[in-house]
């Protein structure tokens, strides 16, 4: 590009700049342009170190500024500096135009003011209709279908689909969650074998005047007599009903926990077999010591834990 360094420097303000290196001002634009195209023009000032530069606002007729940057750039010896200042310009006059000067402002340390202006440059705007002889707007053309794929369609159904299939799969679940085998609740303990054995001798308690009054003392004393055993054989683990008399003293002596002598339950099942094998009747007073007894055979035997507890209730 052609460049030139035309200089003007008030010379009554340079003895306020010192001896300092005289500032200077070059312009630099394209030849040529287009029409309405952006027309990027640099102004590089070089003043001293501690001189500060700016471009004033200024007319550019029939350029229009756009935008405008500036980049500082000291020398090596750290005597001076350069501002380069980059003006975007917009034409839309064709032709040749002339372009500057550029007046730029310099400021010393010291606070004087000094203002000093550019080279100019010619630029030719250039039109890209400069060839037509009488150039004319193209015809209206007509109109063109665009086809474009519409997929909300799909999407509404695919969300369809899903939340149905969603609700099917919940709808199985539930079916099968409420179909599905569950174990049987387990039974409850049964209730101890002292408990057991209390209830059905209180209950042949009260029936033991009728019994007596009917003459059915034989079969009363067997019920007694069965649930004895019936409760010793649980208490302490043998088949209570299938065992003679002597195989339960047998079981007994052999129980840790009896808190009776052996003996002792073995009479009193004794008696009871007395009366059942010899087919002999109780006394209504003899009836009431048997089922005593019994009542307190199983108290007597029952464990220690609930004895206490029993005591203290």
């Not at 030139?4 to 342009?33: H, K, R």
């Not at 408990?195 to 007596?212: C, F, I, K, S, Y």
Request: charge should be negative; charged fraction near 25%; glycine fraction near 6%.
């Amino acid at each position: 590009m052609k460049r030139s360094a035309a200089i003007v420097v008030i010379s009554l303000l340079a003895p306020a700049f010192g001896l300092a290196q005289a500032p200077t001002v070059a312009l630099d634009a394209p030849p040529e342009s287009t029409l309405g195209d952006p027309i990027d023009v640099i102004v590089t000032v070089t003043a001293a170190a501690t001189d500060e530069a700016a471009v004033p606002e200024q007319p550019f007729e029939p350029f229009e500024i756009l935008g405008k940057k500036l980049a500082i750039e000291p020398s090596p010896d750290g005597e001076s500096k350069t501002f380069t200042f980059e003006l975007q310009l917009l034409c839309f006059e064709v032709g040749v135009h002339e372009l500057g000067p550029v007046h730029v402002r310099i400021t010393s340390a010291a606070g004087e003011l000094i203002e000093i202006e550019s080279n100019t440059a010619s630029i030719e705007v250039r039109s890209l209709l400069a060839n037509e002889p009488e150039p004319q707007l193209k015809p209206p053309t007509e109109p063109v279908i665009v086809e474009q794929d519409d997929y909300r369609l799909l999407i509404v159904l695919g969300a369809l689909l899903a939340v149905a299939f969603g609700a099917l799969l919940a709808w199985l679940f539930i079916r099968w969650w409420q179909r599905r085998d569950r174990p049987e609740p387990a039974p409850p303990p049964p209730p101890p074998p002292w408990e057991t054995a209390l209830a059905e001798l209180h209950e042949l308690e009260r029936g033991r005047g009728a019994a007596v009054a009917e003459g059915r003392t034989e079969q009363w004393v067997d019920a007694v007599s069965d649930s004895i055993r019936a409760y010793l054989g649980r208490r302490f683990g043998f088949h209570g009903l299938e065992s003679t008399t002597d195989e339960i003293a047998d079981e007994l002596r052999q129980a840790k926990s009896l808190n009776i002598e052996p003996q002792d339950a073995v009479g009193f099942l004794g008696q009871c077999d007395l009366v059942k094998f010899a087919k002999a009747s109780l006394a209504d007073e003899a009836s009431l010591t048997l089922i005593e007894e019994a009542l307190a055979l199983v108290d007597q035997t029952r464990p220690t834990a609930v004895l206490q507890s029993g005591g203290q209730s």
